[in-house]
């Protein structure tokens, strides 16, 4: 469970993030969802650092000049601010592929019909995990510890 700051920035970037989403997602399942879980690290590094001046930002911000496909390389180079072969991109990138990998095992193995609402709301629920992820991730590597209420 994230903060209304982030739940609110998903809602804003979700639906331009999902026009792509479902675009590639047939071609490239883990991308589509390993992208989700970096979107959510980039706002958790944004959160952090100055969230007033960072709040507004749409996903055309996230997605970088190179768009979509590049991704996961301007949010490694541009918002985390890691050397994309330094190790700690490269271990941040082995982890959100591995759990991308399960989330779409547990996606084409869930039993619902391709095609369908459950599976477009299989699909809506998987990336918004993947993102809660991505920004989990990060606050805990940044020294976030939740604490109940």
Known sequence: MLT???EQTWEKVSPDFMVDAVREFNDYPEVVLAWAAYIGAAVACLWDR???RYKDCDYVFYCGEKGFDYMDEHITEHILGLALESPQAVNLANFFRSKATEANSL?????VEAGSVDAFKAFAGALEAMY??????ILSQLGYKWQPA
Do not use: E, V
Not at 107 to 111: A, D, V
Not at 132 to 137: E, R, Y
């Open 4 to 6: 209304a700051d982030f």
């Open 50 to 52: 100055d969230w007033t």
């Open 107 to 111: 996606l084409r193995h869930s039993g």
């Open 132 to 137: 809660t992820l991505g920004a989990s991730h």
